[in-house]
């Protein structure tokens, strides 16, 4: 996403990131030299900080593969009611709030969770916390070169003299704070102050117990843009015990403070405009004695209740576990994850990017279920999780990653992407049949445009992850995509949180396209996005049986033909808007009429299941290149990745993000090697600022997975793999039904050109691999150079496949 949901919003060694070289180039990349050369796992060349700047919205904080609990900063920039960044983390902003037990990487709007944020003070509680709307007693400054962030693992030192030291296990977490002596060492537990804001929290302290409790409820996501989602929709539950007796309690709730209190509620509640109200909330803070060293916090939680989050607590921190203990058990875990790809070759630099880009990619969604599988439904109620499905997940961010994020996650890890898959229907069964496209927690948000959960289900089937519902699924799907209901029909959330899932799904059964009036964000964008959905349905029926079903969705897929003016413009046809008359509206290629967070020259490209037909749609594949070749530069032949206007490719944000693979349909796959390579080396790097965009929670982290192993999947629904080249010799994919191996002897960031491939040594002169490459495994070996070759893989009969409507069922 972007625009609205960008940052811009009014808005050493063994692995650990010795962040204050960051603040040089050269040293930054020193530090991740250094890992790289004393280790051999890969999580020691992950760097959390790429991200954190630039918009791209990560956070550093301590988390496990899919963990339900991430524990990271609160930034501030001096505003209590706005997250200093969506993920709570902006790297140049210098002082903490808080350190949260949830968070989102890379999302937008004004933020997201952000629950629980406890934070070590070394000043005596006399005013409430929640008056404290400038951040500027309660909050402390920090340097970076006093910050360390690993998988797993993040340390601190904060400036008002506390050493503190996070790590997390799935749905727990547990801390270490080292007060200063001489001074007050109070912990706040800010209950109420989640990211964008709650309608109710309570915390209570037991000081026989050494424990505090409590819950917080919230939501809110996007819901400064629209009425639609400015509710709560999840509570989160806390139990944390501590090593060291307390020798003092308080609480506040609004401006009044309590000293010697053992309890607190109320919410902050949200404003006229969605936003936290300024001066509300409560809280409770327990003392120490510093003099008897850090104190030890382990805090379990869940979204069913305080009896689960105590469970998940016990079950997975028990009492006398260390942090060391856990922090060692994190590093294993994403050294099982990220080692499912081993790869050698490129600098130091590079091979840190393309870590903490799967690591990013690992994120989410995010384990909901507890450790006796129960959870929060949609429809509020405690559900358990059936038959082979290990746990539910949450946290779908749709429109962003069904277009690659799920085939990489269920490509590496099968049943998680099962699990995933069975999470997003058993969501829709508990929603009235609804799949929603961005969903949070327990509840959906509506947030963005199409119908997201189709392609994301087909490509979670197409790469293997076979354990879910699949009939169950399809059927919901069907009828979701054929039967109209009233929130299909509504305008409540409309532009950017539209509530229904197909949006004006009458005129798309009668239309046969989406008006240029009508209840979804974009005419134009919504006929392409259900166009992608209704043929990764047929793709869905396919692998039903349903044979009818399979012509029936792949005849409309082929509606995007409705909306392809060829007159629309001098230099050729564009998809536009169309009035409900069948007449066009004033047009240009610039234009954002009718489209989402783009323009009109970008998302005339988004037919990826029907490129061949888009390309003859153009006047051909001459035509069709040379617009390409426009696209992707500038009049005086300078790249034009991001920033170079409505006419240029935005490879920030998503609707570009197929875009440079588009030339392997059009015989001239050294095209697509060199953009692809090119955009690999000038937009990621290794460096706060080093992900070009939001990453959508892992999106955009995971073209660049993609990108640099040389393969992509550019068709929703499908396993085939458009070729690219590799950025490395050697990378291995270790996969459950056969490994892939690539070998690319000589491959450098200046050898992008692809000379010879070949295939279980047998030659290969395509640039796609079709599916069974991808599920079953095999060997590929590239022959790289620095200078093109046009005649590889430029046979256009055996270029990568279209799926057109069939004859007679295109279009209108």
């Not at 020691?44 to 791209?56: Q, R």
Request: one cysteine or more; hydrophobic letters at 40%; aromatic letters at 10%.
């Amino acid at each position: 996403m972007r625009k609205w949901k960008r940052s811009r919003h009014a808005t050493g060694s063994k692995g650990f990131l010795l962040a204050g070289l960051i603040l040089s180039g050269s040293l930054f990349s020193l530090a991740a030299a250094c890992a790289a050369a004393t280790g051999t796992q890969p999580a020691e060349a992950v760097n959390p900080l790429i991200g954190s700047s630039n918009g791209g919205n990560t956070y550093p904080g301590a988390v496990m593969p899919f963990g339900m609990l991430q524990w990271s900063p609160e930034n501030t920039r001096g505003q209590h009611t706005r997250t200093a960044s969506p993920s709570g983390y902006r790297f140049d902003a210098r002082r903490i709030r808080g350190f949260s037990l949830t968070h989102l990487s890379g999302a937008g709007c004004a933020g997201a969770s952000g629950d629980i944020p406890v934070m070590p003070v070394t000043r005596p509680v006399t005013t409430s916390p929640a008056t404290d709307t400038g951040d500027t007693r309660y909050a402390a400054e920090f340097r970076h070169a006093d910050e360390r962030a690993t998988p797993g693992d993040y340390r601190l030192a904060l400036a008002n003299g506390v050493r503190l030291e996070l790590a997390a296990a799935m749905r727990s977490g547990i801390a270490s704070f080292a007060f200063p002596a001489g001074k007050p060492a109070n912990l706040l537990v800010r209950t109420a102050d989640s990211e964008v804001g709650s309608s109710a929290a309570e915390a209570r302290i037991d000081p026989a117990q050494r424990t505090i409790s409590g819950a917080v409820t919230s939501g809110n996501f996007c819901g400064y843009l629209a009425k639609a989602d400015q509710r709560s929709y999840y509570t989160l539950y806390f139990v944390a015990r501590f090593d060291q007796p307390f020798t003092a309690t308080g609480a506040w709730q609004n401006a009044a403070v309590h000293g010697g209190a053992t309890a607190a509620q109320g919410g902050t509640g949200y404003d006229a405009k969605g936003f936290p109200v300024a001066g509300k909330g409560s809280g409770v803070w327990v003392s120490f004695d510093p003099g008897k060293g850090p104190v030890a916090m382990r805090v379990g939680i869940s979204y069913v209740s305080l009896a689960n989050a105590r469970a998940n607590l016990d079950a997975e921190i028990p009492p006398g576990t260390t942090l060391a203990q856990v922090r060692e058990r994190a590093r294993d875990a994403w050294n099982r994850a990220l080692g499912r790809i081993r790869i050698q070759g490129g600098t130091a630099d590079q091979r840190t990017v393309f870590y903490t880009a799967l690591y990013h990619s690992l994120l989410h969604p995010n384990v909901f279920s507890d450790v006796d599988g129960e959870y929060r439904g949609f429809d509020r109620k405690i559900h358990r999780v059936q038959g082979d499905q290990h746990a539910q997940y949450a946290n779908f961010s749709g429109w962003d990653v069904y277009r690659s994020q799920l085939q990489l996650v269920t490509w590496l890890m099968p049943k998680v992407g099962s699990d995933i898959a069975q999470s997003l229907y058993n969501q829709a069964r508990q929603n009235r049949g609804e799949w929603d496209r961005w969903t949070h927690d327990s509840g959906g948000t509506h947030v963005m445009s199409g119908d997201p959960a189709v392609p994301a289900l087909a490509d979670i089937y197409a790469f293997g992850g076979r354990g879910f519902d699949l009939r169950g699924a399809y059927a919901s799907l069907v009828r979701a995509a054929t039967v109209p209901t009233a929130n299909d029909a509504s305008d409540a959330g409309c532009n950017v949180e539209c509530v229904g899932q197909r949006p004006s799904l009458d005129q798309w059964l009668k239309l046969h396209y989406i008006a240029t009036q009508s209840h979804a964000w974009g005419g134009a964008a919504e006929t392409l996005e259900d166009a992608t959905a209704d043929f990764a349905l047929s793709e869905l029926a396919a692998d039903v049986g349903d044979r009818a079903g399979q012509r029936r969705f792949r005849a409309r897929a082929g509606y995007w033909r409705n909306l392809f003016n060829p007159k629309a413009a001098p230099d050729g046809g564009y998809i536009q808007n169309r009035n409900a008359d069948g007449s066009w509206p004033a047009f240009t290629p610039s234009t954002d009429d009718g489209f989402v967070e783009a323009s009109a020259a970008v998302y005339v490209w988004m037919v990826p299941f029907d490129l061949h037909g888009l390309f003859d749609a153009m006047g051909g594949y001459g035509k069709a290149t040379a617009r390409l070749d426009r696209f992707f530069h500038h009049a005086d032949g300078r790249w034009a990745f991001t920033d170079a206007g409505p006419l240029h490719a935005e490879l920030n944000n998503e609707p570009s993000v197929e875009t440079p693979w588009l030339y392997d349909f059009a015989g001239q796959p050294y095209q697509t090697q060199a953009t692809v390579r090119a955009v690999v080396n000038a937009l990621w790097k290794n460096a706060p600022d080093g992900i070009p965009g939001n990453d959508d929670l892992g999106e955009m982290s995971s073209w660049y997975v993609w990108s640099a192993l040389g393969l992509y999947p550019e068709i929703p629904g499908r396993a085939d793999l458009v070729v690219g080249s590799p950025l490395f010799e050697r990378a291995v994919v270790h996969r459950r039904d056969g490994d892939v191996v690539i070998d690319a002897p000589g491959a450098s960031a200046a050898t992008p050109y692809v000379h010879a491939l070949q295939i279980d040594g047998k030659p290969y002169t395509s640039p796609w691999l079709p599916a069974a490459f991808a599920t079953h495994g095999g060997r590929l070996r590239f022959s790289l150079q620095a200078v093109p070759d046009k005649a590889w893989g430029s046979d256009l009969r055996t270029a990568p496949p279209s799926f057109p409507p069939a004859a007679g069922h295109a279009g209108s």
